[in-house]
Structure formats: structure tokens, C-alpha cells
């Protein structure tokens, strides 16, 4: 049965570029206005940094229902950013079987404005399609959104699996930071929504889960991310901590991620340099 909120056209389809052997070797105005406050006004390349990366190692063939299936996904997914800043879709088109089925969502942060939320989702649409090329699933994660789709449903599921973990220089002993870091996370951690934001002086935080888990699982995954960059982070003057279904972040001059890494699990390889992953963009434009 086919289950779609949005369907559309795009006047560009997604260009294909052979390069999988490439990347394998490799809710509330207020929390609005605070997020605004709190964080420079982003501009469309900053909103379109890469974060992280993830394809399956399975391909579909071209041409096949699957495929079909897939550009519907990404299609709605698209055209649905211009309306909302999260959505999520589960397509079967006829004459697919339970193997064809596609699962996708998206979502933006908290904090952008329509128009950006659109202009970044599109981004990372156009972008996955050459990144997870033939790939029956794809994850890409940019400053500003998140897209992921696959064969296997995970809407709805839990998944704290850490996919990044980045930390700062040390900041020594500085009793008044510590004390501001441990109150902005104690905030991120009870705040109650999505999309959570907090300064203390020059500390400054933010958390997010993705939205199709309930309130009571985004409240779980995200008490584990902000455990998680306590521990592995301690006293460093930033930290980034992305499981697979939210993040939690915190920095005392606004983010900053430098160097990378890549890995795998469960069948996906994951990227994760940003100056690596600018080169690819680069060679495919």
C-alpha cells in the first residue's frame, strides 16, 4: 500500500555518478528566540557542513522497483522540507514487493527558518544521491539537517548507537567553566523537547532528537548522548556526541569539529572528514 504525504516532481533529478569504490575505501518561540540568540545567524554553507556520512554495503539494480521506490522517497522528501522541518514517509509503489519498500525521513534543527530548512534538506538530497550511489540505504548528516533512508524500517526505533564523538583541547582546571558546562548539560538533559538550547555565560548548548521517536525515547537517547560526551570529553572546551537517533553538543565560543575519522557497523561504512568529504563534493560538481 502506498503511504505518502507528499508527492511531487523535482526539475532536476538526481545526477549518478560512479564513485561507490571511492567512498568505501575510506516547541516554542521562545526556544526560537534563545536559539537566536545564543548562535550566530547561520549562513547556507555553514548549514550545509558536512557532519557525517553513512551507506549500506547492499545496492539495488538500476532501473528495478527499488529504485522507483527510492526517488519517490527522496522526491517527497524535498518537497516536504518547504513545509515542515521533520517528516517521514514509508513507500511502496504498486507492484512492489515487501523488498522494495523504502523508508525515509528528514529533519531540520530546530532553529531554522523554513526557506533554510528547504534550501538545506534539498543540499543534502542531492548530495546522498552521490554519496550512497546504488545504496539501498544512506544517512547523511549536515550542520543544518539530517537525511536517511533505507529498506529496513527504523522509524520509530531506538538507536543510540554513537556514529560521532568529537572533542576539544582541554581547558585545564577551570572550576567556573566546569560548573556552567555541568549546568547547561544538566538543562539539555531535562529541558523536555525535541530541540533543546542553553547558554550559561560562555557556555553555550544544544540537543536534538530525531523526531519520530516519542518524547520518553528522546528523553532516553539523549540523557545517554549527554553521559556519553561527559565521559568522553571531560574537561574539553567542546564536544560533540551524535548517536544514531540524536546529538548533544557544547562549546564555550560556538561549535567547532576539526579532523575525522572513518568506520563501520552493521553492514554501513560511515564518513567522517569533513575535508575529505569537501574533495569528493568537489570532484562530482
Keep these: 500500500m502506498l ?8 526539475s532536476h533529478t538526481l545526477k549518478k555518478m560512479k564513485f561507490h569504490a571511492l567512498a568505501l575505501s575510506f516547541s516554542s518561540v521562545l526556544c526560537y528566540l534563545l536559539a537566536f540568540s545564543l548562535f550566530p545567524h547561520s549562513s547556507y ?21 527499488y529504485e522507483s521506490n527510492l526517488n519517490s522517497v527522496l522526491a517527497s522528501i524535498a ?14 509503489l504498486p507492484g512492489s514487493t515487501e523488498s522494495d519498500i523504502v523508508y525515509g525521513l528528514y529533519q531540520c534543527r530546530g532553529d531554522l527558518a523554513s526557506s533554510d530548512c ?3 534538506v534539498t543540499y543534502a538530497v542531492s548530495r546522498l544521491g552521490k554519496i550512497c550511489y546504488d545504496t539501498s540505504g544512506g544517512t547523511l548528516q549536515l550542520e543544518g539537517c539530517f537525511v536517511k533512508y533505507d529498506n529496513i524500517s527504523f522509524l520509530g526505533a531506538v ?15 577551570d572550576s567556573d567553566f566546569l560548573t556552567r558546562r555541568d549546568a547547561v548539560q544538566a538543562y539539555l538533559t531535562g529541558a523536555g523537547q525535541y530541540f533543546r538550547v542553553g547558554g550559561s555565560g560562555k557556555v553555550q548548548g544544544m540537543a536534538q532528537c530525531v523526531q519520530d521517536l516519542s518524547m520518553g525515547q528522546c528523553q532516553d537517547c539523549l540523557s545517554e548522548a549527554i553521559q556519553q560526551l561527559k565521559n568522553e570529553c ?3 572546551s567542546w564536544g560533540d556526541m551524535f548517536l544514531a537517533k540524536c546529538y548533544a553538543r557544547y562549546s564555550v565560543r560556538g561549535f567547532s569539529s576539526d579532523g575525522g575519522r572513518q568506520f563501520r557497523r552493521r553492514g554501513w561504512w560511515f564518513m567522517i572528514c569533513g575535508f575529505i568529504v569537501s574533495l569528493i563534493f568537489g ?3
Design 3 to 10: 503511504r505518502l504525504t507528499y508527492i511531487v516532481s523535482v
Design 45 to 65: 554553507s555553514a548549514l550545509e557542513s558536512f557532519v557525517y556520512a553513512g551507506c549500506t554495503q547492499f545496492q539495488y539494480n538500476d532501473g528495478s522497483t
Design 79 to 92: 518537497n516536504s522540507a518547504s513545509l515542515c522541518n521533520f517528516n517521514n514517509f514509508k513507500i511502496s
Design 118 to 120: 528547504h534550501n538545506c
Design 159 to 173: 538507536d543510540k548507537t554513537v556514529v560521532l564523538k568529537k572533542c576539544g583541547q582541554s581547558s585545564g582546571y
Design 234 to 236: 571531560g574537561s574539553s
Design 283 to 285: 570532484m562530482l560538481d
